[in-house]
């Protein structure tokens, strides 16, 4: 099969995304299946086509968030080369230009158009509206949601239960939803894997002693991932146990705002602020720490979570339905609600470290099922009903809909 995957960023940009994203790609080849990628071009103002990889960059202008960038919604250069791809299936990663690209050109040349639904964009508004016409702005984002995922597309994915209810009883999304968690190549975090002279080096590069306890956040600096929760919990912390340190991996529009905070709580010795760190050196970060926590609320899945557990590191997560998929509490990781409830859970696994070892077994046993191949296999089952469906609309026109109808109802 050939599959064109359509993203609004992939590498060398790093985020979550690009992680489901380059992992996807693999997990297809692997299959036997030809992918090429089709993204804006985050180094230059260039097209650029990179035939061994089969990745088609288009050249955009900055949008001002993050490093991404605004690419033409069809560009006539871009179309005339993904022509003679032949693609079966398109699968779109965004919403925006790129995505609308995907779905103008899967519209043109009659091809099954799959969507997954990454980010919830009502929480991130904020960075457009500037905390005006909030409420407008919502229901903005929702009918714009509903349009790219329900309209456009001919089968939708989404990686939690969270994401699946938004739809189906916020949205009212009459089309089918596959929950299908995001994959991660959990191999390449295993210990076993894990070169332990990089990890020594390491330590000593981020000037970790022997008996400092560690707590691992990664994600973009910014104000959706509540990394103030966790700088605040890390003074008090850092009062009853001088050993407990906090690694924050990632850089966004925050970064200088939280080294600043980290100064006034006078946590120079207990936090670390890395920057970003390559896709390559990931898992050494992991295998560095005791604990990974997180007190966002805006996530749809948290493939970081994934990668921690597959470290045999412990998440431990606020309570939000996204974690609640990959993380059973008290079995291979905990759950909080509150900063008191966090910093309990921290001392509580800073005490008993029979416990830590106990849940970090249990992480890593869950991590398994979220291997890229399983990943690939599923989505994969995704295309072969989107072409089928597609190829139903061709044969028998406007009557599909009504055929499709009496088939669900009588499963």
């Known amino acids: 099969m050939r599959i064109g995957i359509f993203t609004e960023t992939y590498t060398p940009y790093i985020s979550g995304l690009v992680t489901s994203e380059v992992m996807l790609k693999s997990a297809l080849e692997k299959q036997g299946h030809e992918v090429y990628v089709v993204t804006a071009n985050l180094e230059s103002f260039k097209y650029e086509y990179d035939e061994k990889e089969r990745i088609l960059k288009i050249p955009g202008i900055p949008t001002g968030i993050y490093d991404s960038r605004l690419s033409s919604i069809y560009p006539l250069r871009a179309v005339n080369k993904i022509k003679g791809w032949k693609l ?19 519209k043109q040349f009659n091809i099954p158009l799959v969507h997954t639904y990454h980010t919830l964009y009502e929480d991130y508004v904020h960075y457009i509206t500037k905390g005006y016409f909030k409420r407008s702005s919502k229901k903005i984002v929702e009918y714009l949601t509903k ?15 969270k994401i699946y209810k938004l739809f189906k009883e916020k949205y009212k999304f009459e089309k089918n939803i596959h929950i299908i968690p995001t994959g991660i190549e959990v ?38 991932k509540n990394v103030e929760f966790l700088l605040y919990a890390a003074k008090n912390l850092a009062k009853k146990h001088k050993e407990i340190k906090l690694i924050i991996v990632g850089d966004g529009p925050d970064k200088e705002k939280y080294e600043d905070l980290a100064k006034k ?26 604990i990974f926590a997180t007190a966002s609320k805006t996530e749809t899945q948290g493939l970081t979570v994934i990668e921690a557990m597959a470290s045999n590191v412990i998440p431990v997560c606020m309570k939000d339905e996204a974690f609640m998929s990959m993380v059973t509490d008290e079995l291979n990781g905990l759950f909080f609600k509150t900063q008191e409830e966090y910093e309990q859970q921290i001392l509580r696994l800073y005490d008993n470290r029979e416990e830590l070892i106990r849940f970090d077994k249990q992480a890593r046993i869950q991590a398994e099922h979220y291997s890229s191949k399983n990943y690939g296999e599923r989505v994969m089952e995704v295309y072969q009903r989107a072409i089928k469906e597609k190829e139903g609309e061709n044969r028998f026109g406007i009557f599909s809909k009504v055929i499709n109808k009496i088939k669900e109802s009588l499963k």
């Open 147 to 161: 349009f790219y995922c329900e309209t456009t597309a001919t089968e939708l994915i989404v990686p939690t239960n």
């Open 187 to 224: 191999e390449r975090f295993y210990e076993e894997n894990i070169d332990q002279k990089e990890v020594k080096n390491l330590r000593k590069s981020l000037l970790l002693n022997r008996k400092d306890f560690v707590i691992l956040f990664v994600g973009r600096l910014a104000e959706e």
């Open 88 to 106: 079966d299936v398109i699968h779109s990663q965004t919403e925006f230009a790129i995505g609308t690209f995907a779905r103008l050109f899967a």
């Open 265 to 290: 709580l006078k946590l120079e010795e207990n936090v670390i602020f890395t920057g970003k760190v390559s896709w390559d050196d990931m898992p050494y970060y992991y295998h560095v720490s005791d």
